[in-house]
């Protein structure tokens, strides 16, 4: 990426961002004087959000991009807003937009496609089911040629996350045996088992002591789980069944995502062999 073009994106005002920010906490906060979400919420790939459901957010700048082709329109739907974490579905229409990422970001394409080019070159392109990480200051070249593209995700704005190399989590692409490390039993991530011999294990890709993201794997076995943190996560392989508290069940397969809520209770079975997916995960203050 040539270096005018980083120094373009490093002179948008960050406060611009936080009032961009605060605004789409303050249509949550409408929402949620309504109803309070659910302590599970699920978002499968290929399924496109009716374009009713989204409310427009103004201008790319207002979220720290430059627009560099086309005039593309950016709108969301806002499922969660506590403190500085927010989650829900984003769509932009065809365009290219330089972005100075305002959060940390865990993100997972609904439908259409994308492409994405970090300041140190890496590209990637996503479709349904396809999940991303990016930190928060990182510059990131955001190109959609089709119509528009949607995706589900889950960011948190803080002070200090420093740019990094995004990481990209592909649908089918699990990650092997040897790059997982041992979490020892379930019971250290407010798991109780219920049936079977799970054994779990993750990359870890991103942590701070409060959050963290990476790729977890579960093998077979049904586990009661207090999540102890607010979680999105993305399955990349294999398959999981969920139930919450309220008695909704689900399966998700590959690119299928969810977003849970902390101190959410989760009825969690693998029924073959493992699951594995794409995680971003945030302790509540």
């Not at 005018?4 to 789409?24: D, H, W, Y």
């Not at 807003?81 to 769509?91: D, E, I, T």
């Amino acid at each position: 990426m040539e270096p005018r073009m980083r120094n373009r994106v490093s002179r948008i005002k960050f406060a611009s961002v936080v009032i961009a920010v605060a605004c789409a906490i303050a249509v949550a906060a409408c929402g949620a004087a309504a109803a309070a979400p659910p302590p599970m919420i699920v978002y499968w790939a290929g399924e496109k959000v009716p374009e009713s459901e989204l409310i427009d957010l103004g201008p790319p700048e207002g979220l720290g991009g430059t627009v560099l082709e086309g005039d593309p329109k950016i709108s969301a739907r806002i499922d969660y807003a506590q403190g500085n974490l927010l989650a829900g579905v984003f769509q932009a229409t065809r365009g290219t937009v330089l972005i100075h990422f305002p959060f940390t970001e865990h993100a997972t394409i609904l439908s259409g496609e994308v492409t994405l080019t970090d300041e140190w070159g890496n590209t990637a392109h996503l479709g349904a089911g396809d999940s991303y990480f990016i930190t928060q200051g990182s510059v990131i070249l955001w190109e959609v040629r089709g119509q528009r593209v949607q995706k589900t995700f889950f960011n948190r704005t803080t002070e200090d996350d420093p740019p990094a190399r995004m990481v990209i989590y592909k649908k089918h692409d699990d990650v092997s045996q040897s790059k997982l490390t041992d979490l020892g039993p379930p019971e250290g991530l407010g798991g109780t088992v219920v049936s079977g011999d799970p054994q779990i294990s993750a990359r870890i890709d991103y942590g701070d002591g409060r959050a963290t993201a990476g790729v977890f794997e579960a093998t077979r076995g049904d586990v009661l789980i207090d999540f102890p943190f607010t979680e999105h996560a993305t399955v990349i392989e294999g398959a999981v069944t969920l139930t919450d508290e309220t008695g909704q069940t689900v399966r998700l397969l590959p690119g299928d995502s969810y977003l849970i809520k902390q101190d959410s209770l989760i009825f969690w079975e693998v029924a073959r062999s493992f699951v594995q997916k794409s995680f971003f995960n945030v302790v509540d203050e």
